[in-house]
């Protein structure tokens, strides 16, 4: 019986799962999407699909050794179950939002469910940040995934819960990626074509982009991804703090060191042209910040998503950028493993299973790029 851990990552529209191995051999895969994903308590039907996905992938000589989940961000989820997701608008609320309060991009949505939805938030006792409510549907145990200590300004804490009049004990305590979050509660799922390990473990994967970056080694200074979907965004990792116009900077998962971010929002709606045009400029930003900081840039870029598959897309960027373009190996398989998001998830689970000592040592095992054979 092949050894394997359930990796689970909720959509905006739909829910993805794979079976992944310590060594990073997708087993399995499927995406199911939601069939309300719009609706106010969409939430609601994470339990369900992931029921759904456990039986799409059953396969009988795979024992489950625990289970990941990470998901899209900033959302936050109600113990109800309402939902209020990463890209609603918050600008009603944006006035009650003290100085302390200003960086966290969670208050800005809690406030808007405490305003839009007052009954519900007399009614409830916990909030989620996103992913983590399938987590207590699974386990019963409430907690918040924080990639890492320098991302608390990002959620949220003491300070700025109470210039917000927002009680504390709504929001569950902060867990770290590969932290056990509690045992899976369900005996039913031995029924759906999966062997489950006993006790098994549901572990913190965290949000989507941290796992994505995860999921493609991005995890030591100097290396540089490509997320690229309906909107994309470049990502480097570095041991200096960049500055640029443009430029987002935000912890890394791993301690002392920090991604540096040239997002294209829109790029799902540009043409090819513009798309790449913006591309240059974001590498072009991205290697003057590192110039003036005295940090090596690199001639090679990872690329995940949508893109991965587009042999078409990846010379074009090749050669318009002038660099060496890795993507997913191949493992004898048709296509590239897309879902880099899943392959971070498989390296917290296994971290957290203690086969690897670090986030970082297990997506050098887990994680495996070649180049793509068209880069120059």
């Not at 909720?10 to 994903?37: D, M, N, Q, Y």
Request: proline share 5%.
């Amino acid at each position: 019986m092949t050894d394997a851990v359930l990796c689970v990552d909720i959509g905006t529209t739909s829910l993805k799962a794979g079976l992944i191995t310590a060594r990073g051999e997708v087993l399995s895969f499927c995406s199911l999407p939601f069939e309300e994903p719009h609706d106010r308590f969409v939430a609601c039907s994470w339990y369900d699909v992931f029921f759904k996905a456990v039986r799409e992938l059953g396969q009988l000589d795979v024992q489950v050794s625990g289970v990941c989940i990470s998901g899209n961000g900033p959302t936050v989820v109600t113990e109800s179950g309402l939902t209020f997701r990463w890209n609603e608008d918050t600008g009603a609320v944006s006035e009650l939002i003290p100085d302390c309060a200003r960086s966290s991009l969670f208050i800005p949505k809690i406030l808007s469910i405490k305003n839009q939805f007052p009954q519900v938030w007399k009614k409830h006792e916990k909030l989620f940040s996103g992913p983590e409510y399938l987590i207590y549907l699974l386990t019963g145990q409430a907690v918040t995934i924080l990639p890492e200590e320098r991302f608390e300004k990002a959620y949220w804490n003491d300070e700025m819960l109470e210039a917000c009049a927002i009680r504390k004990n709504l929001l569950p305590p902060f867990v770290k990626p590969g932290d056990k979050c509690g045992v899976l509660s369900l005996d039913d799922l031995k029924l759906q074509g999966l062997s489950f390990a006993e006790n098994c473990p549901v572990i913190a994967g965290g949000p989507d982009f941290v796992v994505a970056l995860i999921g493609t080694g991005t995890l030591v200074s100097g290396r540089l991804c490509d997320r690229c979907g309906s909107s994309e965004g470049l990502n480097f990792c570095t041991d200096k703090v960049l500055h640029g116009q443009g430029l987002r900077i935000l912890p890394s998962v791993i301690p002392e060191l920090w991604n540096a971010s040239y997002l294209i929002p829109n790029s799902g709606e540009l043409s090819e042209a513009e798309r790449l045009a913006e591309l240059e400029r974001g590498v072009t930003c991205l290697k003057v910040a590192a110039s003036e900081a005295g940090v090596h840039f690199p001639c090679e870029m990872a690329v995940t998503g949508g893109q991965t598959n587009d042999e078409l897309l990846l010379r074009e960027k090749a050669e318009r950028l002038g660099m060496k373009i890795l993507r997913p190996a191949d493992e004898g398989k048709n296509s590239h493993f897309v879902h880099s998001e899943l392959m971070g998830d498989a390296c917290a689970a296994w971290f957290g299973l203690g086969l690897y000592a670090s986030l970082q040592d297990a997506a050098a095992q887990i994680v495996k790029l070649e180049p793509y054979n068209g880069a120059v």
